[in-house]
């Protein structure tokens, strides 16, 4: 290749570059896919000094807009070097690779040097004279992903005979093809369509562009917009299904793909199957899950359109869920609900094990976001600190089971409409409580108890050396008011459980340092037990009826030790042999007559009566104002 560079352009670098200090620089350009120079911008803004040179964001602009206005091509930055440097240097190069990167639709990056020292001696076919100095070109290349950096050939024109070779040459030259015709009929012959393919010019910016439009026997329309770097670049692809919106589509463009394939391969990855299509979500490279774009947020699924039903994809996925557990649980467990309240260590293992086990719905409630703290003795990740507790613990739980269906609420209980959070635990069938706050325990046990809801309330003690498990059955078990009766009243006395507690000023218990092995311990028999509760009597599997034996003997209050002579133990187990850490006692709790969750029928309230939130002094006040008035 030869490179042409005018005279006026010489001039424009010999004034504004050969007669300053080094380094000082500007882009260069020329006619499109032609190997000549018409047009010199300085770059005054760069950030320069006696050793650097560095292209300025404004030079950028300046370049784009001179491509936009006059139809020019933008064929690589020109600088000057100090001394004899009359090559690229090692940051030079580097530039080179960058710009190439940046311009995708150019095969090459030109880079002349400009050097003011004389005499030169003999010129090579690289480099021409100046009055203050020479000019070296080289031009660097994509060689298999890595920069091919050579000497470039260059000649120097004269603007009258510039203008002969610009109207010779480039009406003669074959135009840059843009096989556009012949991409679009690969796409109807392998998607199939009954209609030719149309390829058209139009208006975008005004800018005359070409484009091409498909519309495929699934009823979907696909409009191209291509650029006169197609198919280097990629174009912009519209899409409309039947009677549905238009939207635009990213494509997946890969450089190393056969310039002939890349359209075809890019809509694929866009576009699978044949009609009816319709928008649907899923791992990426995975079957289609569904069709609701806003659980595919949620999950972090990619989307695209597919003639798949989603359905086909979640029957073998259903199917294959409880390969495992055949026999010890039921299918009947993925009809099932589970209300979960606090999404912390406890919350999120729950969940997550639930889940495994084929539990087909959950309601997440937890207003607090993942924090550092957090992942040391959670399910979340690095990724998903910031994000709302239950939004990122639904996204894991997706990745899971895919066909899980979710009602995810990252709110308090406390700012629940009553009627609201009433249909919530009407709509599941286990209450799991896993909160830190008293008063959002108090709420879910008397709504639990009130619709004869089961209901699950998993606790720490102090440091995770210990732990409880209250499992309430409405007219079975007392409520977890009367199973904690001291405990409320010690934290209505002092404001604490015990000396050792410390609650702020929403009720809420202050975090515990505990290892996630001893969370896990008491949480995971947590979850048997869940399992065991949501099977229903006629269900052919081991584990129902798990708990009946410990209900029918009064014991529903387990506590647990995950360290040596802990709390009581000591005196039940006495000189036993064979006791050290992780014993269980199941204790029982009684029902107090006057109690309004599970007392006597003429002292039970209806939560629905209660307001949610506790009622703040200023509510008093006006309350006192209005009957006054």
Request: charged letters at 20%; one cysteine or more.
């Amino acid at each position: 290749m030869m490179l042409y560079i005018s005279q006026s352009v010489l001039h424009d670098i010999e004034t504004e570059i050969a007669n300053h200090p080094p380094e000082r620089g500007g882009a260069i350009l020329g006619p499109v896919g032609q190997p000549i120079i018409t047009h010199f911008l300085l770059d005054e803004e760069a950030h320069t000094s006696g050793a650097s040179y560095l292209p300025s964001p404004q030079l950028t602009q300046r370049v784009q807009q001179l491509e936009l206005n006059q139809g020019l091509e933008f064929k690589g930055v020109i600088h000057s070097h100090p001394g004899g440097l009359d090559r690229p240097s090692g940051p030079d190069e580097t530039a080179m690779l960058e710009g190439l990167n940046l311009n995708p639709h150019i095969p090459y990056f030109v880079a002349p040097i400009v050097t003011l020292q004389r005499p030169w001696g003999q010129l090579r076919e690289h480099e021409l004279p100046m009055a203050q100095g020479k000019i070296s070109c080289y031009v660097a290349s994509r060689d298999r992903n890595q920069l091919r950096v050579e000497m470039l050939p260059v000649k120097e024109v004269c603007d009258r005979d510039l203008t002969q070779m610009l109207q010779t040459l480039l009406p003669t030259a074959a135009p840059k093809r843009i096989p556009l015709l012949e991409n679009l009929q690969q796409l109807c012959r392998t998607f199939g369509s009954s209609k030719p393919p149309e390829v058209f010019i139009t208006e975008m910016e005004g800018k005359a562009m070409p484009a091409g439009r498909v519309i495929l026997d699934g009823g979907l329309e696909l409009l191209f917009l291509v650029s006169e770097s197609y198919p280097v670049t990629p174009p912009l692809l519209m899409v409309t299904p039947e009677g549905g919106n238009t939207e635009e589509i990213k494509l997946d463009w890969s450089l190393e793909t056969p310039p002939e394939d890349r359209l075809l391969t890019a809509v694929k990855s866009a576009i699978a199957g044949s009609g009816p299509y319709q928008k649907v979500y899923g791992p990426l490279g995975k079957s289609p899950i569904t069709a609701d774009a806003d659980r595919a947020r949620l999950a972090g699924w990619s989307g695209w359109y597919s003639g798949v039903d989603p359905k086909i994809a979640a029957a073998e996925i259903q199917q294959g869920l409880f390969a495992r557990s055949q026999g010890i649980l039921s299918q009947h467990i993925s009809s099932k609900r589970v209300l979960i309240a606090g999404t912390g260590s406890v919350g999120s293992y729950f969940a997550e094990q639930l889940v495994r086990s084929g539990v087909g719905a959950l309601t997440l409630i937890d207003p607090e976001t993942v924090e550092t703290a957090n992942l040391c003795r959670t399910t979340y990740d690095f990724t998903d600190l910031g994000n709302p507790k239950v939004e990122a613990l639904a996204k894991r739980l997706l990745h899971i089971n895919p066909l899980l269906e979710l009602t995810v609420q990252p709110k308090s209980l406390l700012d629940y409409e009553v009627e609201t959070f009433d249909a919530l635990v009407q709509q599941s069938d286990l209450i799991v409580a896993t909160t830190d706050d008293p008063a959002a325990q108090r709420i879910l046990n008397r709504f639990a108890y009130f619709h004869g809801k089961p209901a699950l309330f998993v606790g720490l003690y102090k440091g995770a050396e210990g732990g409880e498990i209250i499992v309430t059955i409405p007219d079975r078990t007392p409520c977890y008011l009367c199973a904690t009766a001291n405990r409320h009243k010690a934290e209505a006395d002092l404001g604490r459980v015990s000396a050792d507690g410390d609650y702020g000023n929403n009720g809420r218990v202050m975090g515990e340092v505990a290892i996630a092995a001893d969370i896990h311990h008491v949480t995971s028999v947590a979850v048997k037990m869940a399992l065991s509760l949501l099977l229903p009597e006629d269900a052919e599997a081991k584990l129902k009826g798990f708990l009946n034996p410990a209900i029918d003997a009064g014991l529903n209050y387990l506590t647990l030790s995950m360290v040596p002579n802990y709390w009581f133990y000591p005196g039940v187990f006495g000189d036993t042999p064979g006791q050290y850490a992780y014993q269980s006692v199941w204790l029982t709790a009684k029902s107090r007559e006057e109690c309004p969750v599970c007392g006597s029928v003429h002292h039970r309230v209806d939560p629905r009566a209660i307001a949610l939130q506790s009622v703040q002094a200023d509510g008093i006040r006006a309350a006192l104002n209005a009957a006054r008035s």
